[in-house]
């Protein structure tokens, strides 16, 4: 199965600045995918990065808010831009593997202060 | 939106005990897949159900499906401390949601020594 590495594994912002997490995977796949947890919540699909087209968003996820870079099969970025304390959250990137379920990085641990 | 709904949201046995965790979701569903996740970090995947199924094994895990009634249930046998964590049930739709992965609330289960 696909290897995922996700960077950074936590941060702390100050309100208004953007993160930047990045995701590199051992093998080309057509679709990442990137998902939010709030604390104590479950996981909520931010959006779907394509190779080569727009990132297609979940219905309360907006491309000025997290913006979705997929410049190659085996890389992508997510951007939370102007931070503030609502969106101190775990943030995971997954791919598909095939019939056999899904791989998720080892999560990016925000913390907007 | 999020389809799958765990119950209990928090479960607490000795270990030697059997687990079990269940699942109930809302549309049409390709597949269901059962995660855990370990203190807020990465997710596992455990197993994997298709929709033409009704039990899956995987060592100490058993997965039942129920598309009648929309529900699935984990099992873990002979519980052991290792297997405290979070349970996450997940869909996988169909048509336009194929590849996308709508999570439950989750269980936390805890397994005393």
């Known amino acids: 199965s696909a290897v995922i590495s996700q960077k950074p594994s936590r941060d702390i912002c100050q309100r208004g600045t953007s993160l930047t997490i990045q995701c590199q995977v051992d093998?080309?796949?057509?679709?990442m995918f990137w998902y939010r947890q709030q604390p104590g919540q479950s996981l909520t699909l931010i959006a779907t990065?394509?190779?080569?087209?727009?990132?297609?968003?979940e219905s309360g996820f907006v491309i000025d808010k997290f913006p979705i870079s997929r410049p190659n099969l085996t890389f992508s970025t997510l951007t939370v831009s102007n931070l503030s304390p609502e969106d101190s959250s775990i943030y995971l990137c997954?791919?598909?593997?095939?019939?056999?379920?899904?791989?998720f990085g080892s999560g990016t641990r925000l913390t907007v202060v | 939106s999020q389809q799958g709904e765990e119950d209990p949201q928090a479960l607490s046995i000795q270990e030697g005990e059997n687990a079990t965790m269940n699942c109930s979701y809302k549309?049409?569903?390709?597949?269901l897949q059962w995660y855990r996740q370990n203190s807020g970090r990465g997710l596992v995947h455990l197993i994997l159900?298709?929709?033409?199924?009704r039990e899956k094994h995987s060592g100490r895990l058993r997965v039942t499906l129920d598309t009648s009634k929309k529900s699935s249930s984990l099992l873990i046998t002979a519980s052991r401390a290792a297997d405290t964590a979070s349970y996450f049930c997940?869909?996988?739709?169909?048509?336009?949601?194929?590849?996308?992965?709508?999570f439950g609330r989750g269980t936390q289960l805890t397994v005393w020594p």
């Open positions: 997954s791919v598909r593997q095939g019939g056999s379920g899904y791989t």
């Open positions: 093998s080309q796949v057509t679709m």
């Open positions: 990065a394509n190779q080569g087209s727009e990132a297609t968003y």
């Open positions: 549309t049409s569903i390709n597949n």
């Open positions: 159900i298709r929709s033409n199924e």
């Open positions: 997940a869909t996988d739709g169909r048509g336009s949601t194929l590849g996308r992965l709508y």
